[in-house]
Structure formats: C-alpha cells, structure tokens
C-alpha cells in the first residue's frame, strides 16, 4: 500500500501503480476492441481532423476533451474529496481560496491565489491566516460567491455524513475537534473561522501552521452556497466556482459531463485555462484498454487523456520504440517514495546494526529494475523525494553504491551477533504493481541473501496487506511501503512517519518505526511555526537527514509517472506537484 491523496483525479489515500503496470500487450495500430461504460461513441467514427500530432500548434478554445479513467471520481462533493492542489478534474468546478501553479516542473510546485488575492497574511507566530477574496467573483447562477460560501463549505466537511476530505482542519482549526457540522449545530457555526465582511475571512489555529496556505488548496475551502446545499444529494450537481459546471453525473462519478460555466471569468482566474468546450469523463475502464485507446487515438480518443492511468513496463517498452507515439508520452514527478519499513519492536530488527546491514545489503539496481526500470524509477537513499520543494537534501548514511554492498552488511551483521546469517520474513504485496509487489520482494531477497542474510517472503492481497502492516498490533518486522505528501513539502512527507505524537494504537498506523524523539517532535513543532517556505524546506531536508540515520526505513526509489494522451492534444502542462497532465491546461483544438 501506499498513501497520499491521488494527485490526478479523486480520492483518496492510495495511490500505487497498480492501474499503471497491467502489463499487456499494447495495440498501436486502430481497430482495437474499445470497452467500458457506453463506448458506443468512441473509437469507431474514423480519424479525427486535424492529423496524428495534434500536440503541436497554438491551443484555441473549443472541443471536447475525453477524459479516459480507470477509477470514478466518487462522491463529487467539495467536502468529500480528498486530492492533492484540488484535484485535477474537481478543480474545474471548485476553486479553493489557494490552489497550486499551473506550471511545468518545480514551478508546479508552488502554492499561488485563486479566490483570494493573495496565499495569505499570518498572524506573527502563524495561528491566524487572514485572506481576502478578489472582486467579482460567481457561481454558475451568477450569484456572488462570498467569504461566508467558504465558511459555510468548510463546515460542511465536519458533517460525519460528508466524511473523507482531507483530515487537517479538525486537528488544526479551534474547536474543530468537537465540531460536528452546520446540520447539527443550529446555524452557530465554527468560531474559530470568522467572516467579518464578504470578502474577508479569518483562520485561529490550535497552533502555528506556516504551511496553512497549501491546506487552503484543498476542495473543503471551496465555497458553498448555504441555501443550495442539499447534503448527500449535493455531489450529482454541486455548484460550480470554477469554468465548468455539472451538466450530468451517472453512476457516482461513472459517467461526469462537464461544460462551461458562462460566468467564470479569466480575468478573475490566471492559472485555468478552460480551453474546450466540453469535458466528457468516463471511468470503470480497464487500464489496458484505456492506454490502448490512447495509443491507436481513433476517432474521439484522439483528442481524449487519461487522469488516472500510466504506462506500465511492457507498454513502455514498446512506446518507446515508435517515435510519433513517444512523443505523445507525457513524463512527470510526483513527490512520492517508495521503501523498506522496519519495526524496531520486532527481533533481531531491534538492534540498528541489522537494520544498518540490510540498508548496505540492498541493491538499488535490481530494485529498480523489478519496479519497471530507470524509465519508471529512480533510486533513492533519502525519504524525501528529490525536489526541492520537499526540501530533498542529498544524503546515504549507508554508502553501497548502485549495487549493494554485501562485504559490509556482513561485517555488520557479526558485531550485531550474527556472524553466521539469519533469517527474517518480508511481507509484501501480491498486487502487480511494480512497488510493494513480489518482484520489488525477490529482487530484495536475491540482495539480502549475498550478504548472508536468508529472506523468507510472505504476499498477502491488497486489503489485508494495508490492513496488517498499518496496525501496531500486526505489523511485521519487515515490509515494503510507500507514501506521498499531501502537497509539495517535508511536513506531511515527514510528520506522519516520523512524529511520535502521530503512532495511532487503534487503527492505521504510518509510523511504522514507531519512532518517538522528542527532539524530532520538537524540530517538526519548530518547523512548523516558519512561513517562509524556503526556510522550512531546507529544514525539512536536515531533519530527513538526522532520521535517515536511524536506519528505520530504507529508501528504495521514487516512482517515475508515464502517460499517453491522443494525437490532438495540446498544451501538456506536467508540474512537480500532481507529476502528471493538468487538465486546466489541455485545449483539443
């Protein structure tokens, strides 16, 4: 399992690569077979106008986008989402008093305005956030969208029936805690949010949060009109903030068709770009067949993309070969690591030379290689992916090179008092998805056993995986494990797995090393409090850097994230924060 909201589409929690890696053999030529939910407008109607490389030329308005989706966005209701920046389809109909850059690479991972003017103004130690909102802004029925919309909407994700969003406010917002929603509270409302004109609104913190204008990037801070909330009905039309609006939505997020909104205005909104007319969204399609689609780009799936799908290793490698079909691959970062989870609570993974000897013992190279290959991962030696947002700082407290270095892991192994081997158990995933799945296991066992260390494997399926390796009361000594952040920072990168305030007794528990340092604690405090990003950044860098050292966890690579879009497509934007297409930015025409 892996954790982080999806960066692309909708919700939440797990993001493998599991929709990407199907391994099958990919038709690049038409005349495939489509399927899926109501095809019968899809692939059959001929080439489309305009060529096989439409990504080239100027991008001008109108068309429709197709949108080709393995996973629904269900419960399509701001307070129920939980997606990194806003998500990449629910941020065309909310906007968020923040959102994130709508740019290429690091720029991507910069956190700009959207409905206020500014990321906002902290108070001296960073416990009250104060935005305003710009002029002029609407909703879909031309009503005017004001600083009490956005209360309100915050406060509907406290309603125990709207659950799911992302969890920071009720820790971070007084008196969240206790909060239990607008429908229960009679109209009293959060006091900690306060809305002192209609265009300003104020945040009081527990506690100081330099990072609070990335939360605010979240869909819970999209506005919501009071009188137009009709509670779990709200997800089949929501109303929309951002260019486009809900003209339908089958089948929970099935089937979501999209048009524009006539009163967004550009002039208000300089990172959408809302290039087509319509957006036509379609999910519950097979992973293979959604790269196949894209890759033939017949008919309508020429000027189609998907959110959601990746290219795994055996289509990859046949992309490759084929320059046009290359060059319609788009490549993106998303902050992301995969790794080895220790439990210090169980034997000989109590003592810190085995850990050390292990770390020595692991070879990055065939690693990465049963994760697909360097196309598709890219070795790591810290928890913190390597960008600079996340304030990567470049370390190996265990210096083995590409390929491990066994001669030292055995040197280790003998002051540790197991001069002769031993034997130890690594839980992995059975699902195939090239990151906690058996071959990322034997390519481990295969290292480990040079090193005299004999590795016996145990795959459990998916559900059951997360289910024993995230509790305290089951989890093993040894795993594979991945985690993203939130958004592009060493916050909710680090303080979930590292911060001993965050080990959860009862229920998922990230903290695998069940690490709880007070001086870390205090530095994650500390950090915290900075509202200069850059600041906290380098930060975050050293605190990775003084964990790292404690063997807890052996950083294996950060995953590299490949998708396919049709030939008419323009204006591929991938930024470091999502690390794939943004569809605000896509024109068909």
Known sequence: MSRSPLPGSARRSVRTRGTAALVVSLVLAGGLAACGPDDSDSASSGPAKGGATGASGAPHKGGTLTVLNAQPTTDFDPARLYTSGGGNIPSLVFRTLTTRARENGAAGSKVVPDLATDTGTPSKNATVWTYHLKKGLKYEDGSPITSADIKYGIER???GELSGGAPYLRDWLIGGAD???PYKDKGKGLDSIETPDDLTIVFHLNKPEGEFPFLATQTQFAPVPKKKDTGTKYESHPVSSGPYKVVSNENDGERITLARNTQWSAGNDDQRKAYP????VRSGLDSAVINQRLSASVGKDAAAITTDTNLGPAELAKVTGDKKLASRVGTGHFGYTNYLAFNPKVKPFDNPKVRE??????NRTSVVNAAGGSALAEPATTFLPDQKSFGYTKYDPFPAGDSGNPQKAKELLKEAGYGKGLTITLYHNNAKNFATSPEVATALQDALAKAGVKVRLKGLESSDYSDTVYSVKTEPGAFLAGWGADWPSGGPFLGPIFDGRQIVEDGYNFNSGRL?????NKEIDEINKVTDLDEAAKRWGALDKKIGEQALTVPLFHPVYKRLVGTAV?????????GVLDISQVAVK
């Open 516 to 520: 709880n340092d007070p001086a870390v």
């Open 357 to 362: 000897a292990i770390a020595y013992a692991v």
């Open 570 to 578: 323009k204006n591929v934007v991938i930024s470091d924060w999502t």
């Open 277 to 280: 007319d319509k957006i036509d």
């Open 157 to 159: 994700s406290f309603a």
């Open 179 to 181: 909060y239990q929603g």
